[in-house]
């Protein structure tokens, strides 16, 4: 058998890139060997990765010195950043988020130019801006953003396109996962189950978080002739009607959607607000173009296994049954 190549995987502890790592460590082929970047090779998610046959090395995106050597001698590249990391009110104020992303992207564009990579696969976000009107009344987050997570990272790509390696851009969109925690069904005062969402009546693409790891291991299996392009991972593409319906037949009890707006979401007051309810109305204004981006074909091409949502709820449904028997909220 060949040598194998190294793919190089940021955030391998993540669920983005440790799905990666498993996909690596699970193909029968055996053409990829999984380098596990983390910034704590003794974490426990990483001793685990260790233990299934990853090699774990030691790298931080705000050390581009460490991520330099890490690369060293990788075919390609994952790469990955986190907005959501837990940070001190000090730490958001002297570098918002943001700027953090940003900085983190162009440390690991190039270290990885000059590490020699030959492919990198960008996990990013689009640009959410151009959906919003001047003066709607929504809010902007740090000068100029509507959703940050997203409008950060969509900056970000240029560090890519300047790095002159050839870079497949992958999109997320939302997690199956997300239905266990924020979007979960929940009982009204009355007992029965309710699914309460920013939907509207647009459909809006989903997917496990486990398929972008292996979705993206289909972009290295794929090559180059990928690069340049922008690669949408959905496993479903469905109104919250149809989210609900779904649910009420895994669960084997009514589901009913209760469709609420994004300035109710954004007025609520919980942490992020104001962000939720943003990111809501660009789900609603932009799923035309969201939908359009999206090529099944090719993403099961890519990714064989991707999963539906029914088949998504049947492997949780221990996890949503126990939701589902949940107190009146």
Not at 126 to 155: I, L, N, Q, W
Not at 178 to 204: H, K, N, Q, Y
Not at 208 to 222: K, P, Q, S
Not at 284 to 300: G, H, K, M, W
């Amino acid at each position: 058998m060949s040598e194998q190549q190294i793919i190089a995987v940021v955030g391998a502890t993540g669920a983005q890139g440790g799905g990666l790592v498993r996909a690596i460590l699970d193909d029968r082929s055996g053409r990829f060997a999984a380098r596990a970047l983390t910034r704590d090779p003794g974490s426990a998610r990483a001793t685990e990765l260790a233990a299934l046959g990853a090699e774990v090395v030691g790298a931080d995106l705000d050390d581009a010195g460490s991520l330099r050597k890490a690369f060293d001698g990788a075919h390609g590249a994952f790469v990955v950043t986190n907005f959501w990391e837990p940070r001190t009110p000090e730490e958001e104020r002297v570098r918002p988020a943001t700027a953090r992303e940003r900085e983190q992207a162009g440390n690991a564009a190039r270290a990885g130019q000059e590490a020699g990579v030959r492919h990198f696969v960008w996990s990013t976000l689009p640009d959410t801006r151009g959906y919003f009107r001047p003066g709607d009344g929504t809010p902007t987050f740090g000068g100029s953003y509507k959703v940050p997570h997203a409008d950060g990272k969509a900056e970000a790509d240029r560090f890519f396109l300047e790095s002159g390696v050839p870079t497949t851009f992958l999109q997320a969109n939302v997690y199956y996962e997300a239905f266990l925690d924020m979007f979960a069904p929940r009982r009204d005062e009355s007992g029965a189950l309710v699914l309460p969402l920013g939907f509207g009546e647009a459909r809006v693409a989903a997917h496990a978080a486990e398929d972008v790891g292996r979705t993206a291991l289909g972009i290295f299996r794929h090559g180059l002739g990928l690069a340049g392009r922008r690669v949408s991972v959905a496993g479903s593409l469905l109104t919250g009607e149809q989210y609900a319906a779904a649910l009420s037949l895994a669960l084997g009890e009514p589901v009913t959607y209760q469709s609420v707006s994004p300035d109710l979401i954004r007025a609520a007051g919980f942490p992020g607000a104001g962000e939720v309810g943003n990111m809501l109305q660009y789900l609603i204004a932009a799923a035309p173009d969201i939908a359009e981006l999206i090529d099944y074909e090719q993403l099961r091409e890519l990714n064989p296994s991707l999963q539906s949502f029914d088949t998504w709820l049947t492997t949780h449904l221990p996890a949503l049954a126990n939701i589902s028997s949940s107190a009146p909220s």
